[in-house]
């Protein structure tokens, strides 16, 4: 293989913010954070939805908003759910 040319492959933590779930893996994925994990400084990957917390894994259905983008989506699409659809 060539020298130089492929990314840097290390253990990264991946921290579920929904609900504080937090996990080591491979990864090339590039970061600027770091944290303490079991006594070992990792880079740090801070993702919505894991296993712990998606609804097809946990049962439970649950939307995940946290820019305000299904309100947005509602609000724009909300129009055309009140006209019906002629071309049907």
Same mark, same amino acid.
């Given at each position: 293989?060539?020298?130089?040319?492929?990314?840097?492959?290390?253990?990264?933590? *991946?921290?579920?913010? !929904?609900?504080? *779930?937090?996990?080591?893996? %491979? !990864?090339?994925?590039?970061?600027?954070?770091?944290?303490?994990?079991?006594?070992?400084?990792?880079?740090?990957?801070?993702?919505?939805? !894991?296993?712990?917390?998606?609804? *097809?894994?946990?049962?439970?259905?649950?939307?995940?908003?946290?820019?305000? %983008?299904?309100?947005? *989506? %509602?609000?724009?699409?909300?129009?055309?759910?009140?006209?019906?659809?002629?071309?049907?």
């Amino acid at each position: 293989m060539k020298e130089g040319i492929h990314p840097n492959y290390r253990e990264v933590v *991946f921290h579920d913010l !929904s609900c504080d *779930f937090k996990f080591v893996t %491979r !990864s090339t994925v590039q970061t600027r954070e770091t944290i303490e994990h079991e006594g070992k400084t990792y880079p740090l990957v801070k993702i919505e939805v !894991s296993s712990q917390s998606h609804p *097809f894994y946990t049962g439970n259905q649950k939307i995940v908003d946290t820019a305000g %983008r299904v309100e947005k *989506f %509602r609000q724009k699409f909300a129009k055309l759910g009140t006209r019906g659809n002629k071309n049907v």
